[in-house]
């Protein structure tokens, strides 16, 4: 089944059409890249899915699960499972990043019905996945992205992808501001979280997070269409090539 | 923005029903005649059954506040008040003129501070606090009295104190707000009903947190609470307020004259909740919160420290200060300060320096949401005497939506060369970048803003003792689903 199914989407954002008729379906289990250069409508793209105000559908539909997802709240998406890695994590002043945690998860676990987690739990639940991130206790007790490095705002987001388990995850270039080292380590992340029951959408400019999460499919996003769809292979022709040789085509 | 003013209205919407605490209590009341005049004063004090010095002492009072005129310099607005369409006294006919046992209390008055989450049965209490519960014009109970007095410490009504602890009372009553300070402090000197004394005897650590509930109950009617809080040498005392009213039409006025007095190397924590009937969505109705608090930091180091949650009233009008007379004290103001809707809060302290090396800090944080208007005002005063004072200031505001207000107005005043005084202030408002962000993650709207705005305030929060911080981080959500964005 297609855990994630986009069928001639179109999208307006402040007036201006943005997408302009996008079909993409991503199976479970899969990875797909979406690549384009800037102002293709990659963020649109991810903000769309996640039911961002301001980004609004004009015509086609999206899918999660058979379910149609457009008139969803954002917080009804994500306590259905979908998740979005921002390109830019936003910093919560005062909010400390445990309590943060602990308030998105059993708010997710509301909304589905099951029984909320006390605090012990998450604690143990937190401290089990941020080991293998390298985010340490003192980071879990600031205040949520304040004063983080850009490798520490990207492990946080994996964090707490590792944590809520979603069934979609969409990461919005979140290779961008990372130095190789950074990157290596997010990505380990990441692959560690692939999953036969787990679609991921992985939005990047550059072909070199593809070298270390592989994709299965990737999709060339110009001019708010998909112009080019192959294999993994077609990362590495854009990284020759460029987008310009694709656009052309 | 379109997220914030969607939030603002949904918040809007929901305002005033998300009151609480808006029941009335039916019971049957004893009252003053309507208005204000020399019997009036005559009848509280007989009421109390006070000795005749503290009868003189509310005349002069009365006499003096009959010559004074409203300030109107404060940042609010609000039309004008007949004092002589106010009832000034209401108690409930079963009290009687005194407190009485627990067992004795009227089975309604007791339901009534349940339903307020305040059992005043000791065992089923919180452990380790002590209440004085406060309904309108009296004091209905005192709890955890007997284990008070073994540790030396009076906790009692002030009623109950003036007739009892007359020395204590004289020695103190109206020296650290003296009778004339103010207009609404003169107007509760002639007519303060009840509050709450406290007495902690030389070195002695105050083995519970003690606190007061005030109820406002009867309509149309003032409450003018009156506490003094004596610490003597070397002892600690930390006490808590909170204040409820029903939701009305009309606006009702609480004066309040709160005194502290800590002598040396003392130390007073005083923290409220302030949850006075805000008013509706229209502005309609709510308690205009007038309140004169003031600490004297009188013996060398000693230590005075304001906490405050201000989520409630119409208008709030109310400076908690510290008078930094003796050396090397210390003086400390925590407040956040949310409104909503048509609220309008005036608030901030003032720290007068007058010892030397004493020191101050002061930490506000204002939140407008709505059409309300925030704003801080604050004095910091260092006098010739004071050598070496410092100060530290930062007010910080939250604006939700775009229609509401956050005003900072600091006052300075050096007149000692070494006086290093230092004032931070910022003014944010909710992104919608955050919003999203904790959507995305699941957390909805309301608690998503419940979740910033507590962010915002945790410096704050966390000078509130253990028992409350809780309580009064669920009330800022609560404001902020119901008095706040």
């Given at each position: ?215 299965d499919r990737v999709h060339v996003l110009a ?27 | ?240 307020e909170g204040c409820t009213a029903p939701k ?238």
């Amino acid at each position: 089944m297609n855990m994630l199914e986009i069928d001639n989407l179109h999208v307006t954002v402040q007036g201006k059409e943005i997408l302009k008729g996008i079909t993409l379906s991503i199976p479970a289990g899969e990875v797909h890249a979406v690549m384009g250069p800037n102002g293709s409508g990659k963020s649109t793209l991810s903000y769309t899915l996640a039911g961002r105000e301001g980004y609004e559908v004009t015509g086609g539909h999206i899918y999660y699960k058979g379910e149609d997802l457009v008139p969803l709240s954002p917080d009804a998406r994500a306590a259905k499972g979908v998740f979005l890695a921002l390109q830019y994590p936003v910093e919560i002043p005062g909010v400390v990043t445990l309590t943060f945690l602990k308030t998105a998860l059993n708010a997710q676990r509301r909304a589905r019905g099951e029984p909320e987690l006390d605090a012990m739990r998450t604690l143990r639940l937190v401290r089990e996945k941020a080991t293998a991130l390298k985010i340490n206790e003192d980071m879990l007790r600031r205040p949520l992205n304040a004063g983080f490095s850009g490798g520490e705002k990207k492990r946080m987001e994996i964090l707490q992808m590792a944590l809520f388990e979603p069934t979609l995850a969409i990461l919005d270039e979140t290779d961008s501001g990372l130095d190789i080292d950074a990157l290596k380590l997010v990505a380990e992340g990441v692959n560690a979280l692939r999953s036969p029951s787990r679609a991921m959408l992985v939005i990047t400019h550059y072909q070199r997070l593809l070298s270390y999460i592989v994709p299965d499919r990737v999709h060339v996003l110009a001019g708010g269409r998909i112009v080019k769809s192959g294999g993994a292979d077609l990362a590495l022709e854009l990284e020759k090539s460029g987008y310009e040789g694709v656009e052309a085509a | 923005m379109a997220a914030v003013r969607e939030t603002t209205e949904r918040v809007a919407d929901l305002a005033g029903e998300k009151y609480k605490y808006g029941f009335v209590t039916d019971i049957e009341m004893v009252r003053a005649e309507r208005g204000l005049n020399d019997d009036t004063v005559r009848f509280i004090s007989a009421k109390k059954g006070e000795p005749e010095w503290m009868l003189q002492w509310r005349l002069e009072a009365f006499q003096r506040w009959q010559e004074m005129t409203e300030p109107n310099w404060a940042r609010v607005h609000y039309p004008k008040i007949d004092y002589q369409n106010i009832y000034y006294y209401a108690a409930p006919k079963s009290q009687g003129a005194a407190p009485k046992n627990l067992e004795d209390v009227d089975p309604k008055l007791l339901e009534t501070y349940k339903k307020l989450g305040i059992p005043l049965s000791e065992q089923k209490m919180l452990a380790g606090v002590a209440v004085d519960a406060v309904f309108d014009s009296v004091s209905v109970a005192t709890t955890f009295k007997a284990k008070l007095t073994e540790a030396g410490v009076i906790f009692c009504p002030i009623s109950e104190a003036i007739r009892d602890y007359p020395d204590l009372v004289k020695k103190y009553l109206g020296t650290v707000v003296p009778v004339t300070d103010n207009f609404f402090a003169t107007l509760n000197s002639a007519v303060f009903s009840d509050g709450t004394f406290v007495y902690v005897p030389k070195g002695v650590r105050c083995p519970m947190e003690l606190s007061t509930y005030f109820r406002i109950n009867a309509s149309d009617t003032g409450q003018f609470e009156r506490t003094l809080i004596i610490a003597d040498e070397g002892s600690y005392v930390s006490y808590l307020e909170g204040c409820t009213a029903p939701k009305r039409d009309e606006n009702q006025l609480h004066a309040a004259v709160v005194e502290l007095v800590a002598l040396g190397g003392a130390e007073i924590k005083y923290s409220t909740v302030q949850n006075w009937y805000p008013g509706d969505e229209e502005g309609k109705g709510g308690i205009y919160n007038f309140v004169t608090k003031r600490g004297d930091c009188r013996g060398r180091g000693s230590k005075i420290s304001w906490t405050q949650v201000e989520t409630g009233s119409a208008i709030t009008w109310k400076y908690p200060s510290c008078i930094l007379r003796g050396d090397d004290s210390v003086g400390e103001f925590y407040s956040i300060a949310i409104t909503n809707n048509y609220q309008q809060a005036d608030t901030g302290t003032k720290m007068i320096h007058l010892g030397r090396n004493t020191r101050s800090r002061i930490i506000s944080k204002g939140i407008s949401a709505g059409r309300a208007q925030n704003t801080y005002r604050g004095l910091v005063s260092v006098h010739p005497s004071a050598e070496n004072a410092r100060n530290h200031t930062q007010c910080d505001s939250l604006l939700i939506g775009g229609n509401c207000g956050a005003h900072t107005v600091p006052y300075i005043e050096a007149r000692n060369q070494s006086a290093k005084i230092e004032h931070e202030a910022t003014t944010s408002k909710i992104s919608d970048d955050q919003l999203f962000y904790c959507l995305q993650r699941g957390i909805p709207q309301e608690e998503a803003v419940a979740l910033i705005v507590n962010g915002f305030c945790r410096d704050v929060l966390q000078q509130l003792p253990m028992e409350f911080a809780v309580e009064a981080q669920k009330l800022v959500g609560i404001s902020l689903e119901g008095s706040v964005g």
